[in-house]
């Protein structure tokens, strides 16, 4: 039990504590930072600035954890955040006021194209970068058919709550989020949900012999990440009141891997962390924030984001961890150190 608390403690330490450090540099950049100020019955403020354009990813993470603990990637994830803004605008547009109706036809569209990821993968067996991949280019496509090539605009102010309302104090997006990874926590570890998903993601051929039904969990957790999607889709229409089929979660999937990633999580599959997940989606929001700050210009942010990618999996790897730790207690050959050689003594002694 105490080694699986330590191996617990590790695992949220590195996350907390890149998080914090780059608090810290922004502290040290711009000093009102930390200023919150409450006004109008909501907060304001860097962090909740922070908070709030860091939901979508956010959400987007809570599914895609889900998704790499079964060994498996969803890169059409930005595309179905444009389907699902893409079908609520176009009711809007039709005169639909009902908000249930517009929220349901976005959260459909979106679970329809988590059932087609997951046909592909769980019952196809196609490989997941492969499977995502097609709706990650066609989704876009579909969008814009729904949009007839244009940037749709609408004025509905219940929707437009999801993405610029408040709800005691905090942005809503960020309520949403509670929401959504306290829902999705309760199945994955109130029930026996999580364990088979990390079994499937971790030994799928154990998995099977034990009767566990990976083609019927790989569909669920691609649909949970689709409905995730759909909703984060719903949240960024919300914000500027309109669809961009174009631009609507462009590269949010290289977000939402790095989040997970930075988590802790293993692309190889097995255990995850939604919490840990969500604390890399803020840690990717703050870097954004940090470059911003820094006075680096924001054309280099996908080349950081590539770059930490790449240190996050260097230091995953085992080999690389092995190799560290050779370098680390290797110690240089000095002459004063080198061993005597006693038997040549004997010999140079009796000659």
Known sequence: MNINHHQNLRRYLWPCAGFLVLLIINAIIAPEFFQIEFKDGRFYGSLIDVLNRAAPVALLAIGMSLVIATAGVDLSVGSIMAIAGAVSAYYITKGVDNLALIIGAGLIAGLIAGIVNGFLVGYMSIQPIVATLILMVAGRGIAQLINEGQIVTFDHTGFAFLGTGSFLGLPFPVVLVIITFAIVQLL????ALGLYIEAVGANPSASHYMGLNAKAIKMSVYCVAALCAALAGMIAAAD????????????LELDAILAVVIGGASLMGGRFSILLAIIGALIIQTLTVTIILSGIPPKFNLLIKASAIILVLLLQSPLFQKQLAQLKF?????????????ENNKEVKNA
């Open 240 to 251: 500027i009141r309109g669809s961009d089929a174009n631009n609507a979660g462009l590269w």
């Open 188 to 191: 994955t570890r109130r029930t």
């Open 330 to 342: 290797r110690k240089p050959a000095s002459s004063n150190n080198a061993p005597i050689n006693t």
